[in-house]
């Protein structure tokens, strides 16, 4: 899938980015939809981000993430935790 350029996604593609980047390894797919949705199921509230997406279904939220995740702007680590894609973690097409 092609790697489109940060300034060409929405802004709540934008937001979960920077959730990422800020808190790498921290969240599962699952687990940020619902820190961003304010799940009730989502103990810890003490992110600043927690519900900034209130107005969203955590399934759109997920389609969000994974759309972010074939596009290689983040990726899944070891333990199925989300964490930015640095560009030497992006592989060249083959010419």
């Known amino acids: ?46 992110y600043a981000e927690y519900g900034h997406f209130a107005t969203q279904r955590r399934k759109d939220v997920d389609y969000l993430v994974d759309i972010l995740l074939q596009q290689e702007h983040i990726q899944l680590d070891g333990n199925n935790r989300l964490i930015p894609v640095t560009p030497s973690d992006r592989v060249a097409p083959i010419s």
């Open 1 to 46: 899938m092609p790697h489109f350029p940060a300034d060409q996604l929405s802004p709540w593609q934008q937001t979960i980015l920077d959730v990422v980047g800020r808190y790498p390894g921290r969240f599962t797919r699952s687990g940020l939809a619902k820190m961003l949705v304010g799940a009730k199921s989502w103990q810890d509230t003490s």
